[in-house]
């Protein structure tokens, strides 16, 4: 055993050095530890406080995803935004006030692709007064269909075709 104080032998053996027989003043113990925590943990919680608000709230991002209050045409996920597109829109109102909407949807791939369309058609306000269901549409590649709706009433005014993925 080497006494402090005492030389330290040369070549010092691995992992020694002059730091090896410093003796520590205090100790390290768990209780230490836990009361730094615990007051760190305080320190935050009241610095952070504690706030309580009531009443109405405005919504948040209202307009930020409305394309669909807004487009004729829209894509519903990203594989149909890369495949698939819109050539044109044809608007036939019909002499007894109904809505025809016949849409061509172009395959942008050189592979054949299924997606599904139906059209929500909207008042003049914008909200929805008849929904058409979701018809499978199989294009081949590159190529172009037209797809027809056709309102349920003569309420509608505005109207938005949605495309997505076959399920």
């Known amino acids: 055993m080497y006494l402090k104080g005492a030389p330290l032998p040369n070549p010092l053996p691995i992992g020694w050095g002059e730091g090896f027989f410093i003796k520590r003043t205090k100790p390290r113990t768990m209780k230490s530890h836990l009361s730094f925590v615990a007051a760190l943990a305080l320190g935050t919680l009241f610095s952070t406080g504690c706030k309580t608000e009531t009443g109405a709230y405005a919504p948040v991002n209202a307009t930020k995803f409305d394309l ?40 942008r791939e050189s592979r054949r692709i299924q997606v599904q369309a139906n059209c929500e058609f909207k008042d003049e306000q914008g909200f929805t007064v008849d929904d058409t269901p979701w018809q499978t549409v199989i294009l081949s590649e590159n190529e ?12 509608a005014k505005k109207f938005t075709i949605r495309v997505r993925q076959a399920r």
């Open 144 to 155: 172009q269909q037209s797809v027809r709706f056709v309102s349920m009433n003569d309420k």
């Open 68 to 107: 669909e209050n807004r487009a004729n045409f829209v894509l519903l996920d990203k594989a149909t935004q890369r495949s698939v597109t819109s050539s044109g829109i044809q608007i036939l109102p019909h002499t007894d006030g109904r809505l025809e909407v016949v849409a061509n949807v172009r395959n």
